[in-house]
């Protein structure tokens, strides 16, 4: 599902009433009968009380006053408090107060502290509709505005945010001050960056996407790309396994990973290519770890390389070269270490290698010094899967910074390298060389632990082998593994949960989204 930044979302706005001629009215109309109808649906049994409903100055207040004339159709109760002066309400939200006027409710304007803390303290509800702030909020929220916010969150009641909970940045996830924290959050037209970007996505509770008339040949500019990868997108991805496939359909994925003391990261790898559905796995180790890796994990080829001091020397390289002959794509870096002769290994490695790449680990932290390797234009775009902190060595800025805009981040790396770019974090971003962004839509806390970074390289590396394109398979791998690490989380809670049992865990989710098979998680 494409989301929108508020800019697009302004521009299809401005496009549907200025292009098309659908007055602004008509888009209110809908987005607040829709909205109370779909209140209706999931607060009913709320509803015997007062629902108090918070209005804005602008156009998300506006939607607020038709939402209050929905519900009084219904017979319902409603309280309507505007946090502006009458004076400054005006356009559509002006028309639909006067309406609403005339229906005969009675609205409270509490322009300023004192009119708010006496509104408040007399308010009876069962409900809350937050209607202050949509994608028009601009700056900090202060004064009663704050307050407000701190009531609704304080009163314990479930709360209703009409497009997104107010305080939240409608185009980056930011929060403004203070934020509502909503139960269900009702937006129109299409999800927006913010109600997915944390920490605004953490406020928004359930959210709805709302059709409000928009007609769906526009096209919002600008045309930047951003994808929500649920569980409909992440199905239409599954790599096909026709039934007269054999192990050499499903690809031969090379993991080179490991290096004394670091073997874990390399068996993580490797199980999770197997577990991701390739067909073959050789996995090449310095020698020193071979026979342990060897001995853990029985379905995998090993191949011991030549070792310097427990990990990978330069001097492998010949016979790396051999190993990557008949190999569907190379994954590259868990627990490789950082010795100077591994960083000469990576760096000539992925340099002459032709191979599909996915580089993980300490092959990014060994290529963060040189990233000229890269060599942007390779026909086929490798995939980096770095944490915010290997993100942040790669850019050469802070993790601060990397988290202040990680869309942008992920972005600017993924077009100037070439490379498919996946951050990993909450949510998860993969990037194309294109510059269309990815937002997985699975996995939380859950995944957090160690070794699950090993598994999601070398699952991406098996999808790739299977035959989807870096893009695809790293949208997909991100998606089954947290989608494993969901199903995980609501069988044994979201602590404790270890990397390996994400990686067994594979195989079912992948089934459970297999659109024949019918079981959903
Ligand atoms: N197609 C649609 O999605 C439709 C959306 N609708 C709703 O309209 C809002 C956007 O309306 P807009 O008037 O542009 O902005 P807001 O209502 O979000 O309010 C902004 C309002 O508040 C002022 N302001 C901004 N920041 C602050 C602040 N920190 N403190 C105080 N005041 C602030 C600003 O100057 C404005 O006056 C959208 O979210 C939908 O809910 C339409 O109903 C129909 C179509
Ligand atoms: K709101």
């Not at 526009?218 to 096909?240: G, I, S, V």
């Not at 680990?361 to 944490?387: E, K, W, Y």
């Not at 100037?416 to 194309?432: E, I, Q, S, Y």
């Amino acid at each position: 599902m494409r989301v929108l930044t508020a800019e697009q979302m302004r521009d299809l706005d401005r496009q549907a009433i200025e292009e098309i001629g659908i007055p602004g009215l008509v888009l209110m109309e809908n987005a607040g009968r829709a909205s109370a109808e779909a209140l209706l649906r999931a607060f009913a049994d709320r509803c015997c009380a007062p629902v108090l409903i918070l209005c804005g100055k602008g156009n998300n207040g506006g939607d607020g006053f038709v939402v209050a004339r929905h519900l009084r159709n219904r017979e319902l109760k409603v309280e309507v408090l505007v946090l502006a002066p009458r004076e400054k309400i005006g356009g559509d939200a002006a028309v639909n107060l006067a309406i609403l006027e005339r229906c005969g409710q009675t609205v409270r304007f509490v322009p300023d502290d004192e009119s708010l803390a006496a509104a408040l303290v007399d308010a009876r509800a069962g409900l809350i509709v937050d209607a202050l702030f949509g994608t028009g909020l601009s700056s900090e929220v202060r004064g009663h505005y704050r307050r407000a916010i701190d009531w609704i969150n304080a009163s314990g009641l479930p709360v209703v945010a009409i497009d997104i909970p107010s305080g939240v940045d409608a185009g980056n996830g930011h929060i403004l001050g203070r934020a509502v924290q909503a139960d269900l959050t009702l937006t129109f037209a299409a999800a927006k960056l913010g109600h997915l970007l944390s920490p605004g996505a953490q406020c928004c509770g359930r959210l709805e996407v709302i059709d409000i008339g928009i007609p769906k040949h526009l096209r919002p500019r600008p045309d930047d790309l951003h994808l929500w990868t649920r569980w409909e997108e992440a199905a239409t991805l599954l790599p096909e396994r026709p039934a007269t496939g054999h192990k050499g359909t499903f690809g031969h994925l090379l993991v080179i990973a490991g290096s004394r003391g670091k073997t874990g990261a390399a068996i993580l790898a490797a199980e999770a290519g197997l577990r991701g559905g390739c067909g073959l796995l050789t996995l090449a180790t310095a020698a020193s770890a071979q026979p342990v890796v060897a001995a853990a994990l029985a379905e995998a080829m090993t191949e011991p390389l030549a070792d310097d001091d427990g990990g990978i020397s330069v001097d492998a390289l010949p016979a790396v070269r051999r190993l990557l002959e008949g190999k569907a794509a190379l994954a590259l870096g868990p627990g490789l270490g950082q010795t100077p002769r591994t960083a000469a290994f990576v760096r000539q490695l992925v340099a002459d290698c032709g191979l599909p790449l996915v580089l993980d680990a300490d092959a990014l932290n060994l290529l963060a010094a040189d990233l000229s390797v890269l060599a942007p234009g390779r026909r086929i775009p490798p995939v980096m899967t770095p944490h915010p902190g290997e993100m942040a060595r790669l850019v050469g800025c802070s993790v601060a910074e990397v988290e202040q805009d990680r869309v942008a981040v992920a972005r600017t790396f993924a077009v100037r390298h070439g490379v498919v770019l996946v951050l990993k974090g909450a949510p998860t971003l993969v990037a194309a060389p294109d510059g269309r962004i990815g937002i997985n839509g699975s996995g939380g806390p859950v995944l957090a632990t160690a070794g699950s970074g090993d598994v999601l390289t070398g699952l991406i590396g098996a999808l790739i082998a299977q035959g989807l394109a870096p893009f695809e398979a790293a949208r997909l791998g991100c998606y089954l593994h947290g989608l494993a690490g969901d199903r995980l989380a609501r069988r044994h809670g979201a602590a404790g949960v270890l990397a390996g049992d994400i990686c067994r865990e594979l195989p079912a989710a992948r089934a459970a989204l297999n659109p024949k098979g019918e079981t959903a998680c």
